[in-house]
């Protein structure tokens, strides 16, 4: 029986490994497949682009809203709702990991970040 239960605990802390959405304190880190299966599943989503606007008037994801990261503490607990699934995009990630750490402090329950931001983005993008 104790071996039995040691092979399901190994099975638990593996399937924890291979999930394809991680959570670190509440922020969800998604890739792109994940993201573009958000955009087509009919709910609300509010993607949030947080490069420089020169770089998101060059390509970005389709309804993105540009909020640079420069500008973003003051505005993203102002501009965005605790009742919206917000996903942060940034060059190549670290920049959405903090933003969206701010708004999980600040009671938002379904906060991503797209893993590897633009650098990795596989999917369309527009101007």
Known sequence: ?????????WLGIGAAWAA????AAGLNTINGKTLESMMSDGRGLVIVDVREPELFLK??????????????K???????SAK????????GGPMGDKLGRL?????YPEVYNLAGGMEKWKGETVK
């Open 74 to 80: 003051g505005r993203v607990l102002k501009e965005l």
């Open 103 to 107: 708004l999980v402090r600040n009671g």
């Open 1 to 9: 029986m104790k071996k039995a239960s040691w092979v399901f605990l």
């Open 20 to 23: 394809p959405v991680s959570m």
């Open 59 to 72: 390509g970005h994801i389709r309804s993105a809203i540009n909020i640079p990261y420069d500008e973003a």
């Open 84 to 91: 919206d699934r917000i996903v942060f995009v940034c060059h």
